[in-house]
């Protein structure tokens, strides 16, 4: 009876902690989206509980994201709310349909440079898109970060010193309160203190405004019937469904390295994101995804299973109802102060140091990445990175190496030097694929003493069609030169691949040894049976 309780207890414990701390991010993470706060609490009300209910993730915790905020505030800007309710059904939609289709586990593939470019220039944009609400200026929200800035930039002399101290007050706060070790989450502890101080010495700085004290109500979604701009939004729905799934995998993943419990499927995890994407509109809410941040504290407090998610929405809902009134009185510093610190913590400086220890050209992905994001946007900067990625990782399989074997390496002892003369070996290691192709065709044949080639391909572990067109290419070259092409050492694969298109029957399997020393052997039969012919024809002449 005991162990359930405990259970139980974790459960709870985990959810409510993961409340608390979901307060204060929901409320900021609408404001940088450039939404109502009450949007910000309805969408982890809703989405964090259906997305508990269908995920495949046991302890991830959803909600409103600094990522998907960064995305938002330019759509948000560009088509207006309705539009983004829109957009986050046929988001959802997408998702969902990924899920079906098995290709969750597709976010593993994403190199970590790319991750950490992208991640790290979320950081800085959020930072900066905070500068307006910790200075108190009111200004338009801009569709993209450098404007913002140059925008704010022009602004600084209409600064405010109050709104520049109640962000500081709550920077400092959550700073210093993490030293403590309590469980209370530092950014609440600043956010109550940093609203009793505007209340209690009357400040002039902005607040969130009212906040409805009531469940959130199911309404339509507008111009849903409206095909072309179903087809205008189709770009911005790709981009919120491609970033909320790989936020989603990637603090799956998070997840799955600080617990014992079952690991999380990533396909029914597209399909839960997706369902929570599709209904949270309805509610008011914005696309959401998983948060590493408040997963990580439901885990750390004891959530174990779906149930802890299901109670982060509920207490979420419980202080709507019971404190939305004051709720209202939050100044927008307040919330910028903890977005601030979030977004420093978000920097992976280890990453950064990892990077630039390893290879100068990971570091140059990263690079390129981060600086994508910041001048362009997140979906364009996931291309390039993956794009620069691809083409590293082509460079780097391309390096075919291509060696020829010492001829005291293959050749038995006392063999006649104008026989050794007439045999080449070389060793070939590495994919033969597009990549290598060129080399491949090109490095062999400056050899015109040579009748037979032999090739092996013990390390060959693969080929695709271009590289075996050159391999083609190479025993048509050599067959118009008079020389043979023997192959030793072919992987399974390999084997199958030549045999499927025919080349096999071209080059002929009597050609095809298991070994190299098999293949030696056999070529220095050849040629002492054709040296001791010519040698008997050279005898019957002379006589």
């Given at each position: 009876?005991?162990?359930p309780l405990?259970?139980?207890?974790?459960r709870l414990d985990?959810?409510?902690?993961a409340?608390?701390?979901?307060?204060?991010?929901?409320?900021?993470?609408?404001?940088?989206?450039?939404?109502?706060p009450?949007?910000?609490l309805?969408?982890?009300?809703?989405?964090?509980?259906?997305?508990?209910?269908?995920g495949?993730?046991?302890?991830?915790?959803t909600g409103?994201?600094?990522?998907?905020?960064?995305?938002?505030?330019?759509?948000?800007?560009?088509?207006?709310?309705?539009?983004?309710w829109?957009?986050?059904?046929?988001?959802?939609?997408?998702q969902?349909?990924?899920g079906?289709a098995?290709?969750?586990r597709?976010?593993?593939?994403?190199?970590?440079?790319?991750?950490?470019?992208?991640?790290?220039?979320?950081?800085?944009?959020?930072?900066?898109?905070q500068?307006?609400?910790?200075?108190?200026?009111?200004?338009?929200?801009?569709?993209?970060?450098?404007?913002?800035?140059?925008q704010t930039?022009h602004?600084?002399s209409?600064a405010?010193?109050a709104?520049?101290?109640?962000?500081?007050?709550v920077?400092v706060?959550?700073?210093?309160w993490?030293?403590?070790?309590?469980?209370?989450?530092?950014?609440?502890?600043?956010?109550?203190?940093?609203?009793?101080?505007?209340?209690g010495?009357?400040?002039?700085?902005?607040?969130?405004?009212?906040?409805?004290q009531?469940?959130p109500?199911?309404?339509?979604?507008?111009?849903?019937?409206?095909?072309?701009?179903?087809?205008?939004?189709i770009?911005?729905?790709?981009a919120?469904?491609?970033?909320g799934?790989?936020?989603?995998?990637?603090?799956?993943?998070?997840?799955d390295?600080?617990?014992?419990?079952?690991k999380?499927?990533?396909?029914?995890?597209?399909?839960?994101?997706?369902?929570?994407?599709?209904?949270?509109?309805?509610?008011?809410?914005?696309?959401?995804?998983g948060a590493?941040?408040?997963?990580?504290?439901n885990?750390?407090?004891?959530?174990?299973?779906?149930?802890?998610?299901?109670?982060?929405?509920?207490?979420l809902?419980?202080?709507?109802l019971?404190?939305a009134?004051?709720?209202?009185?939050?100044?927008?510093?307040?919330?910028?102060?903890?977005?601030?610190?979030?977004?420093?913590?978000?920097l992976?400086?280890e990453?950064?140091?990892?990077?630039?220890?390893?290879?100068?050209?990971?570091f140059g992905?990263?690079?390129?990445?981060?600086?994508?994001?910041?001048?362009?946007?997140?979906?364009?900067a996931?291309?390039?990175g993956?794009?620069?990625?691809g083409a590293?990782?082509?460079?780097?399989?391309?390096?075919?190496?291509?060696?020829?074997?010492?001829?005291?390496?293959?050749?038995?002892?006392?063999?006649?030097?104008?026989?050794?003369?007439?045999?080449a070996?070389?060793?070939?290691?590495?994919?033969?694929?597009f990549?290598?192709?060129?080399?491949?065709?090109?490095?062999?044949?400056?050899?015109?003493?040579?009748?037979?080639?032999?090739?092996?391909?013990?390390?060959v572990?693969s080929?695709d069609t271009?590289?075996?067109?050159?391999?083609?290419?190479?025993?048509h070259?050599?067959?118009?030169?008079?020389?043979?092409l023997?192959l030793?050492?072919?992987?399974?694969?390999?084997?199958?691949?030549l045999?499927?298109?025919?080349?096999?029957?071209?080059?002929?399997?009597e050609?095809?040894?298991?070994?190299t020393?098999?293949?030696?052997?056999f070529?220095?039969?050849?040629?002492?049976c054709h040296?001791?012919?010519r040698q008997e024809n050279?005898e019957?002449?002379?006589?």
């Amino acid at each position: 009876m005991a162990k359930p309780l405990q259970t139980l207890a974790g459960r709870l414990d985990g959810g409510v902690t993961a409340a608390v701390v979901a307060l204060p991010l929901a409320l900021a993470f609408a404001i940088a989206s450039g939404v109502d706060p009450k949007a910000g609490l309805y969408t982890a009300i809703v989405a964090g509980g259906v997305a508990a209910l269908f995920g495949g993730s046991p302890v991830q915790i959803t909600g409103p994201t600094g990522a998907m905020a960064v995305i938002l505030i330019g759509i948000v800007a560009k088509y207006g709310l309705e539009k983004v309710w829109l957009a986050g059904v046929m988001a959802g939609i997408i998702q969902i349909a990924l899920g079906v289709a098995k290709l969750g586990r597709l976010v593993k593939f994403i190199p970590y440079p790319v991750t950490a470019g992208f991640t790290n220039g979320i950081a800085i944009i959020i930072f900066c898109g905070q500068l307006n609400n910790f200075l108190g200026l009111r200004l338009p929200r801009a569709e993209h970060f450098l404007p913002g800035i140059w925008q704010t930039l022009h602004h600084l002399s209409e600064a405010q010193a109050a709104s520049i101290a109640v962000a500081s007050v709550v920077i400092v706060t959550k700073l210093l309160w993490a030293r403590l070790g309590t469980s209370i989450p530092g950014s609440l502890v600043g956010l109550v203190l940093a609203t009793l101080l505007v209340w209690g010495l009357h400040l002039d700085v902005p607040t969130i405004g009212a906040i409805p004290q009531a469940f959130p109500v199911p309404h339509g979604i507008p111009h849903w019937q409206d095909f072309g701009l179903i087809r205008e939004l189709i770009g911005p729905a790709l981009a919120l469904a491609a970033l909320g799934s790989i936020e989603s995998l990637l603090s799956a993943v998070v997840a799955d390295g600080m617990t014992v419990s079952d690991k999380h499927d990533s396909d029914r995890e597209l399909i839960g994101q997706g369902i929570a994407n599709v209904v949270v509109p309805f509610f008011g809410g914005i696309p959401a995804t998983g948060a590493i941040a408040r997963t990580a504290v439901n885990i750390r407090s004891g959530g174990k299973t779906r149930l802890s998610g299901v109670i982060h929405s509920l207490v979420l809902l419980l202080i709507v109802l019971l404190f939305a009134p004051l709720a209202a009185q939050i100044p927008l510093a307040a919330l910028a102060g903890i977005l601030m610190v979030t977004s420093v913590r978000m920097l992976e400086w280890e990453a950064i140091g990892l990077l630039m220890r390893a290879t100068y050209a990971d570091f140059g992905v990263m690079l390129l990445t981060w600086a994508v994001t910041i001048c362009f946007d997140l979906v364009l900067a996931v291309e390039v990175g993956l794009i620069a990625a691809g083409a590293l990782f082509i460079k780097r399989m391309s390096d075919l190496s291509m060696a020829k074997v010492p001829e005291t390496e293959v050749f038995p002892p006392g063999i006649p030097l104008e026989l050794g003369k007439q045999i080449a070996v070389y060793r070939v290691d590495g994919p033969m694929f597009f990549g290598a192709a060129e080399r491949f065709v090109t490095f062999l044949r400056d050899e015109p003493e040579v009748r037979y080639l032999i090739l092996r391909m013990r390390f060959v572990p693969s080929m695709d069609t271009t590289g075996l067109v050159a391999l083609e290419d190479i025993y048509h070259d050599l067959k118009r030169r008079g020389c043979k092409l023997l192959l030793s050492g072919l992987q399974t694969e390999v084997r199958k691949l030549l045999e499927r298109t025919g080349l096999l029957d071209q080059i002929g399997s009597e050609n095809c040894f298991e070994s190299t020393d098999a293949a030696v052997q056999f070529v220095t039969s050849q040629l002492c049976c054709h040296l001791s012919a010519r040698q008997e024809n050279f005898e019957k002449a002379t006589v």
